[in-house]
C-alpha cells in the first residue's frame, strides 16, 4: 500500500488588533467631529503643519494607507453601523415617550385647553388633519393606448411637409 501525500498546512494567523492609535483614528472617524480623515489622522498621530500651513504631503499617503488597512476600515464601517443604530433607537425611544406623554395629558390634564392642544398634536402626528386628498383616475389600458396612438399619428401628421 501507498501512503497518502499529506496535505501542505498553512498557519493561518489571527486578524491582528488595532494598535492604540488605530484604535483612537477609528474613534476620532466614528465621533464626526473633525471635518475629513486627514484631521483624524493628524490629530491623532500629532502631524504638525508645515510652516505655511499646509498639510505635509507625507500624511495624506499615511493616512491613506490607514484608511485602506482591513482592520481599520471594518473597524471604520462597524463603529458607523453602532453609531447609526443608536442614533434610530434613540429617535424612536423618544418618539414613543412623547405620543405616551401626550395620550396621558389629553386625558389627565386639568384644562380643556390642555387635552385639546395633546389631541391636536397627536392628530398630526397620524396625519389626522392634513388637506391632501388622493384621487385615483381609473381607465382601461385599451383607452390609454389609442389615446397614445392618436398622439403619435397627429405628430407624425405635423411634422410630415404639406407637397
Not at 465621533?31 to 500629532?46: A, E, F, N, S
Not at 488597512?69 to 433607537?89: F, M, Q, W, Y
Amino acid at each position: 500500500m501507498t501512503q497518502s501525500k499529506k496535505p501542505d498546512l498553512k498557519i493561518v494567523k489571527k486578524e491582528r488588533d488595532l494598535t492604540a492609535k488605530q484604535r483612537a483614528f477609528v474613534k476620532e472617524i466614528v465621533r464626526g467631529k473633525l471635518d475629513t480623515h486627514i484631521d483624524c489622522y493628524m490629530q491623532v498621530y500629532d502631524v504638525a503643519r508645515t510652516k505655511t500651513g499646509a498639510i505635509p504631503k507625507h500624511a495624506h499617503v499615511d493616512c491613506s494607507r490607514l484608511i485602506s488597512n482591513p482592520s481599520v476600515a471594518l473597524a471604520i464601517r462597524k463603529g458607523l453601523e453602532r453609531k447609526e443604530a443608536s442614533t434610530v433607537a434613540s429617535s424612536v425611544r423618544t418618539r414613543s415617550y412623547v405620543l405616551e406623554r401626550l395620550m396621558k395629558e389629553s386625558q389627565e390634564a386639568d384644562s380643556d385647553s390642555a387635552r385639546i392642544s395633546a389631541l391636536s398634536l397627536l392628530g398630526k402626528t397620524v396625519n389626522l388633519f392634513s388637506d391632501t386628498v388622493e384621487i385615483k383616475d381609473t381607465r382601461p389600458s385599451e383607452d390609454i393606448q389609442e389615446e397614445i396612438e392618436e398622439k403619435i399619428l397627429s405628430l407624425l401628421q405635423k411634422e410630415e411637409p404639406n407637397p
